[in-house]
C-alpha cells in the first residue's frame, strides 16, 4: 500500500466462528478463505468427480468457468458435484453452498452439497502389524500432547483411536491444536509420526505399510499361532515330529492342537509356558514385543518348559515359526532331551515359505468418522430430524467426497469413510479447532421437497459447473456412482421414482 491511496478494507469471513478479518490479497486463518479484489472467495477449485468407465480412462474436460453449458446430458450423468471447495455455511440454519439437481434416467435427483465442520469427528487407524504398538488404552501422543490412544488389538492388526471431541476440545490448546493437524495428516493421506507411552513409535500414512521403531512392515500375519496350526497341519504331517507357532495372543503346538489330534499325530512330550487354553493353544506365552510372533523374544526356546522325559524321544525334531513365517528356527533333542538347533532341513522350506506367502501386504488403513447428525443438518432443510429419518429411511444416499460412507446405526448420523477413497486434498481445518469435510446428501427431488428442504435454492448442475472455477478428477472405480438407483430404498423396494 502506498500513501495516497485509499486503504483497502478488510472484509469479514463469515464461513465458521473463527470469523477472520482478511484484508485484499490476503487468505483467513484457515486458508479457505480469501480477499480478492474485496470478494470473499474460497481458494480451492469445487472439485467435480467425473465418471469414465464408458471412456476407457479418459477424463473429458468440463467448460471452463463462464462458458455456456451445451446442454450435454450425458456430461451432466456422468458428473458429480462433490462438497470439496464448496465452501461452509455459517451459521447453520443457512442453506448449504450448493444444491445441485440433474435429472438422471427420468428421475429428478438434488444433492446438498457441503464441507461440514466437524468437532466431533476422529480417525479409526487400523495398522496391520504383530509388532507390539502399546498397551491398549495407552496414550498416543504427537510431538508429546495426547492425540489419540491405542484401542483393540484386531486380526492381524492393532487399531489406534486418534481424535475425538475430547481431545480437541477437552485438553490444553496444544493438545487441540495437535490433535486437529494430526486429524487433518492423517485424512489426506500423509505420513504421520505417533508415539505410544511405553510402547512404540509408529509412522502412519493411509494405504501405506506401517513403520515401527523405524522398520517397515511387510507382511501382516496368516492367523494366529492356532489358525496356522489348523491351515498348515496336514503339510507337516511327516515331516516334522513337533511344529510349534509363536504367537502373542495365541501359540499354537501341533501334536496337542485338534487339527494334529484329527491327523493322528503322536504325542511329543512338549511343554509350554504360558496359560492354556483348550488342547494345542496357549496364551501369555511371553510379554509382548516386537519379536517373534508379536511377543518379545527372540530365543523361541525361551518359551519351552523341559520336555516330558516319559513321553519326548532323542532324535525328536521341532519347528518353531512366527505367524508371519519371518522368524523360523529347527531343533532335534539330544540324548538328555534338550533341543538342539540345527539348519532348517530342505523338507520343511516348502511350507515356511508357504506362510509368507500367504500374508498379505501390512497396510495402514484410516477411517474418518464423524457426527453428521448436529446443526449441519440444518443447511439440508428447515426441519433437521427428518434429514436424519430420510437417511435412516435409506431415501438420502450420503457420500464424502464421492466416496461411499457407512452410516451407523442407532441415533445421529454417525458417519465412517475410507479416506484413501475420497479425492486427494478432501480435508481441511479451521483454528476452532475442527475439521472440515466434505459431504453431500443425494435424494431424490421428491423426497428432498418431502423432507422441507430449501427448493428455492436447487440448482442445475449446469449452472454450478460453468460458473466456479472446477478440479475434475476420475471417479475410483469401486466406489458406488452416487445417483445410483442402487443407493436408495425406493429402488430396492420396486418404488416408483
Ligand atoms: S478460519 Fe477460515 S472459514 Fe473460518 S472465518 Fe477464518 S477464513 Fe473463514
Redesign the pocket.
Known amino acids: 500500500m502506498t500513501s495516497g491511496q485509499p486503504k483497502s478494507e478488510k472484509i469479514r469471513?463469515?464461513?465458521?466462528?473463527?470469523?477472520?478479518y482478511?484484508a485484499e490479497g490476503r487468505?483467513?486463518?484457515?486458508d479457505?478463505?480469501a480477499n480478492d479484489g474485496g470478494m470473499l472467495v474460497r481458494v480451492d477449485p469445487l472439485t467435480i468427480v467425473e465418471r469414465n468407465e464408458s471412456r476407457q480412462g479418459r477424463v473429458v474436460p468440463f467448460l471452463d468457468a463462464g462458458r455456456e453449458w451445451d446442454g450435454d446430458l450425458v456430461a451432466s450423468e456422468e458428473s458429480f458435484v462433490t462438497a470439496i471447495g464448496a465452501g461452509?455455511t455459517y451459521p447453520d440454519y443457512k442453506p448449504a453452498p450448493f444444491i445441485v439437481s440433474r435429472e438422471i434416467d427420468n428421475v429428478d435427483f438434488v444433492t446438498v452439497v457441503t464441507e461440514g465442520i466437524f468437532s466431533y469427528c476422529g480417525v479409526k487407524v487400523k495398522v496391520d502389524t504383530d509388532r507390539h504398538l502399546g498397551p491398549e488404552r495407552n496414550l498416543v501422543r504427537r510431538d508429546g500432547e495426547p492425540v489419540g490412544h491405542v484401542t483393540t488389538g484386531e486380526y492381524g492388526s492393532q487399531m489406534l483411536s486418534i481424535g475425538g471431541v475430547n481431545h480437541l476440545t477437552g485438553g490444553s490448546k496444544k493438545e487441540g491444536r495437535l490433535t486437529c493437524q494430526t486429524l487433518l495428516e492423517l485424512c489426506n493421506c500423509e505420513a504421520v509420526e505417533l508415539s505410544i507411552d511405553e510402547g512404540s513409535s509408529v509412522t502412519v500414512e493411509a494405504g501405506k505399510p506401517p513403520v515401527v521403531n523405524g522398520v517397515k512392515e511387510e507382511r501382516m500375519r496368516v492367523g494366529c499361532g492356532s489358525a496356522t496350526i489348523g491351515m498348515f497341519a496336514r503339510q507337516w504331517h511327516g515331516l516334522v515330529d513337533e511344529v510349534v507357532v509363536v504367537d502373542d495372543h495365541i501359540t499354537g503346538v501341533v501334536s496337542e492342537h485338534q487339527a494334529g489330534k484329527v491327523l493322528g499325530w503322536p504325542d511329543t512330550g512338549i511343554k509350554i509356558k504360558g496359560r492354556k487354553s483348550t488342547p494345542g493353544r496357549y496364551f501369555q506365552v511371553a510379554e509382548p514385543g516386537s519379536g517373534w510372533g508379536g511377543t518379545n523374544i527372540s530365543d523361541p526356546l525361551s518359551i519351552l518348559k523341559d520336555f516330558d522325559k516319559a513321553k519326548a524321544k532323542p532324535g525328536l525334531s521341532i519347528l518353531m515359526v512366527s505367524t508371519t513365517g519371518d522368524q523360523f528356527a529347527y531343533f532335534v533333542l539330544d540324548d538328555a532331551l534338550i533341543p538342539i538347533e540345527k539348519d532348517l532341513p530342505e523338507r520343511l522350506n516348502a511350507s515356511v515359505q508357504r506362510i509368507s506367502e500367504n500374508c498379505e501386504p501390512a497396510m495402514c488403513s484410516v477411517l474418518f468418522m464423524a457426527g453428521a447428525g448436529g446443526s449441519l443438518r440444518a443447511g439440508v432443510t428447515e426441519n433437521p430430524v427428518k434429514l436424519t429419518r430420510s437417511v435412516k429411511d435409506i431415501l438420502t444416499y450420503i457420500s464424502c467426497g464421492g466416496a461411499p460412507v457407512y452410516v451407523w446405526p442407532g441415533g445421529g448420523i454417525t458417519i465412517m469413510v475410507d479416506v484413501t477413497r475420497m479425492p486427494e486434498k478432501s480435508f481441511g481445518y479451521?483454528?476452532t479447532p475442527a475439521i472440515v469435510a466434505p459431504i453431500e446428501f443425494t435424494m431424490r427431488f421428491k423426497d428432498y421437497e418431502a423432507l422441507g428442504g430449501f427448493v428455492d435454492h436447487v440448482l442445475p448442475i449446469r449452472d454450478v459447473v460453468s460458473a466456479n472455477e472446477k478440479r475434475q478428477v476420475r471417479q475410483q472405480l469401486d466406489n458406488p456412482w452416487p445417483t445410483a438407483k442402487t443407493n436408495f430404498n425406493w429402488k430396492n423396494r420396486g418404488g416408483s421414482s
Do not use: S
Not at 487468505?27 to 484457515?30: F, H, K, L
Open positions: 469471513c463469515d464461513a465458521c466462528p473463527v470469523l477472520c482478511i487468505t483467513g486463518a484457515c479457505r478463505y461452509t479451521v483454528p
